[in-house]
Structures are given as structure tokens and as C-alpha cells.
């Protein structure tokens, strides 16, 4: 089977830096990805990761190493609209998605 | 068009009603998928449709039947629901296989159907 662990919640001020990480144990997996839910909505694509290190995209960011079993989202000036819930997700064979638990962030004036 | 839509938006039913929920996406996405949400959880992957063909079944009850008749339609006829079934029950489409690194691998989520069973 496939273990994902993230945490819970995490507060941040706006404007701020903050890093969500997300640690996996596999055999194996195609790749990494980072989805943004806000409540009640579906959630939206961010980033994947195939290959380690670092993929960038605006504020953005989502790290990979295969070998220590760690992925990171890093989410530059941060917006109160970045308030929602971050998940993980390996992608497997057949297109599948095993998300992780989520982080619930929250952002604070 | 890079929308999945999902109907109805709400839904309420008793546990010896019979309701189906539809999606439909016009990206020619070919492959489809049902998820099941509760509150504060990640997505849970129930089906997995390929080329309008059931690919996989994560061993969910039989009182959860899908059918893809096309390729931009799913749905996912419920009967003899229990309350425990009440959720978020999201819909998304993708390519069927991945491409380069990097590309075109996404699944683009519909808004969901909320179901609550009585």
C-alpha cells in the first residue's frame, strides 16, 4: 500500500512564506502532485512532479526527492485567498490518485 | 472548454430511492472518474473508466452502479443508500495514459454533487 502524511492545519500571515510538506511511503509511483481545494469546491491543479527537485510556477513552487520520500508545496506572498486545503496526491499506474490527508491553511492579515 | 460539470449540485434522498448523478466534460478526456469526500478527507477513488470501459473498481458496494455511455458522460446510479453514503461526490476526467513528464497528466475535478441520504 501507499502511506502519505501531511499535516493537519497551518496558520501563516499574509504576505509571508510557507512551505506544506508531504512525506510518502511507495514501491512506486509515476509522479507527484499538488492540488488546492477551497471548501466546498472541487479541487484544482497546482503542480506535478516528476522528476526530483524543484518545479516553479508564479508564487508557486512544489519540490520531489524520490530518495528521501518528501515532496514540499512552497507558497511565496501569501493572499487570503490562498486559504484553503493543500493535498498531495501519488499518481500511480492506471492514472490513479492516492491523496494524502491535506493541509488546511490559513491565512491571517 | 476546460470545465467538468456535475448535476445535480444537491441532493437528498431516502434509502429506498433510486437517483443518479451526471458528469460531463467536453475536453476528449478519455479516461473518467467517481470520487467519493467526507468532511475534512481527501478525495477517495471509487471508479476508474478508460476508453468508456471500466478499469477499476476500488471494492465499492454494488449500490453504487456507473455507467459511461460516452465519452463526455458518466454517471452514477445510487440505490438503497445508506446514511453513511452522504458526501461530496466528485467527478474528473484526464487523458487516459500519461503523457511527457509533466503534461497533460492532471485530473480536472467537477464542482461535485453534495448527497445526503435520510
Known amino acids: 500500500g501507499q502511506n502519505i502524511d501531511q499535516p493537519t492545519e497551518m496558520t501563516a500571515t499574509e504576505g509571508a512564506i510557507v512551505q506544506i510538506n508531504c512525506t510518502y511511503q511507495?514501491?512506486?509511483?509515476?509522479?507527484l502532485f499538488w492540488y488546492q481545494q477551497h471548501a466546498g469546491e472541487a479541487p484544482t491543479f497546482l503542480s506535478y512532479?516528476?522528476?526530483?527537485g524543484l518545479e516553479e510556477k508564479g508564487r508557486f513552487s512544489s519540490f520531489l526527492s524520490r530518495s528521501k520520500g518528501y515532496s514540499y508545496l512552497l507558497l511565496k506572498e501569501l493572499q487570503m485567498k490562498d486559504s484553503a486545503s493543500y493535498l498531495c496526491?501519488?499518481?500511480?499506474?492506471?492514472?490513479?490518485?492516492?491523496f494524502g490527508g491535506g493541509t488546511r491553511l490559513m491565512v491571517k492579515p | 472548454d476546460t470545465e467538468v460539470t456535475q448535476t445535480p449540485k444537491h441532493l437528498v434522498m431516502g434509502m429506498t430511492n433510486k437517483k443518479s448523478l451526471k458528469c460531463e466534460q467536453h475536453m476528449g478526456h478519455r479516461a473518467m472518474y467517481w470520487y467519493k469526500q467526507k468532511a475534512k478527507k481527501p478525495p477517495e477513488l471509487m471508479f476508474v473508466y478508460s476508453y468508456e470501459k471500466l478499469s477499476i473498481n476500488e471494492s465499492v458496494p454494488s449500490r453504487f452502479s456507473p455507467e459511461c455511455p460516452n465519452s463526455s458522460l458518466l454517471n452514477l446510479h445510487l440505490h438503497a443508500l445508506q446514511p453513511e453514503d452522504s458526501a461530496l461526490y466528485l467527478c474528473?476526467?484526464?487523458?487516459?495514459?500519461?503523457?511527457?513528464?509533466?503534461?497533460?497528466?492532471?485530473?480536472?475535478f467537477g464542482p461535485g454533487t453534495r448527497l445526503t441520504v435520510l
Open positions: 496526491a501519488l499518481h500511480n499506474a492506471g492514472n490513479m490518485l492516492t
Open positions: 511507495t514501491s512506486g509511483f509515476n509522479g
Open positions: 474528473a476526467s484526464s487523458q487516459p495514459f500519461p503523457g511527457l513528464a509533466g503534461v497533460g497528466n492532471e485530473q480536472f
Open positions: 512532479n516528476v522528476l526530483d
